[in-house]
């Protein structure tokens, strides 16, 4: 390295390595506004009845969103942040500052929401555990052909004529 020289290359590498460039790449697709999942959380979990206050703030924000009907092309997750389209974010804490009643309703459809995704993820869990189920007999069932033949052709070479 030298001071004062300017190397693309480098400089490149280290916004790469820093998540600069994915940034920056949904800042130009139109998601300047973004936020912390924990600064989300934390603005409403004062709204929230306890069994929804312990979510962990990413999957609070989900099932947030999914309850607002908010179309996925209005926001973005990243790791930490979730990104916004211009003025969706202020359209998203109108709802949510909104009559204690629709929040009531809001919190409904978060539960049914998770309620859901859960149901879903069991499904999934069941079909993955029975076509693992099938893949292992079907090795197994493999495994027996393979030492039959093997077996037999040992046998063969042993006792064919000659």
């Known amino acids: 390295m030298v001071p004062n020289l300017f190397e693309g290359g480098q400089i490149l ?3 790469q390595c820093s998540g ?4 920056l790449a949904l800042m130009q697709q139109g998601f300047p506004s973004r936020t912390q999942f924990s ?6 979990k004062k709204y929230l009845p306890a069994e929804l206050a312990r979510l ?6 989900k099932a947030l969103f999914k309850a607002l009907n908010l179309r996925d ?3 973005k ?8 389209r211009p003025g969706k974010f202020a359209e998203f804490d109108e709802l949510m500052k909104s009559d204690p009643q629709n929040l009531a309703v ?3 459809k978060v539960k049914k929401w998770l309620i859901w995704t859960r149901w879903k993820t069991a499904q999934w869990c069941a079909l993955s ?3 693992l189920k099938n893949k292992i007999l079907y090795r197994r069932k493999c495994l027996i052909d393979i030492q039959r033949h093997t077996r037999m052709h040992l046998v063969y070479k042993r006792y064919a004529p000659r």
């Open 13 to 15: 590498s280290q916004l």
């Open 20 to 23: 600069m460039v994915s940034v």
């Open 39 to 44: 600064e989300l959380y934390s603005m409403y």
């Open 56 to 61: 962990e703030p990413r999957l609070f924000c």
């Open 73 to 75: 092309a209005d926001f």
């Open 77 to 84: 997750f990243g790791l930490t942040k979730v990104f916004f």
């Open 106 to 108: 809001l919190i409904s």
């Open 129 to 131: 555990v029975i076509k």
